[in-house]
């Protein structure tokens, strides 16, 4: 069973850049397809990215897509994920989440059903 812990979050002006952090624990990142997700006050918890096991693929959500990266530092057993020209909307508790299984054709764990542990969170505030 792996544990998750999320760091990095924080006070940001909107246009600027944050750098998360998801450290697995007791097991390696590699086991589990992994996820970023985000859930506002008041709204369902969105998904945000998800990466293989390898690392090899992803897959964006078309609200980061283009200003994000989502990567896995293998030698620190750690999912990273930056983000880039933050908006105000991108204000949110951000969670990191891992699974079992197989990734691609069409199977890129989307919604929260879909994984079995999760972090407990960090806070992203982008002030305007």
């Known amino acids: 069973q792996v544990q998750l812990v999320e760091s990095g979050g924080g006070l940001v002006q909107a246009g600027g850049s944050l750098r998360l952090s998801c450290v697995a624990f007791e097991r390696p990142s590699t086991d589990y397809v992994m996820g970023w997700f985000r859930q506002a006050p008041g709204k369902e918890r969105e998904f945000v990215v998800s990466?293989?096991?390898?690392?090899?693929?992803?897959y964006y959500a078309d609200s980061v897509k283009g200003r994000s990266t989502i990567s896995k530092d293998r030698a620190r057993n750690t999912l990273v994920l930056e983000i880039n020209s933050l908006k105000p909307d991108d204000t949110a508790v951000y969670y990191c989440?891992?699974?079992?299984?197989?990734?691609?054709?069409?199977?890129?764990?989307?919604?929260?059903?879909?994984?079995?542990?999760w972090g407990q969170g960090t806070q992203v505030t982008v002030s305007s």
């Open positions: 990466i293989s096991r390898t690392g090899d693929m992803t």
């Open positions: 989440a891992a699974v079992r299984g197989g990734y691609g054709n069409g199977n890129y764990y989307i919604t929260p059903g879909d994984y079995t542990y």
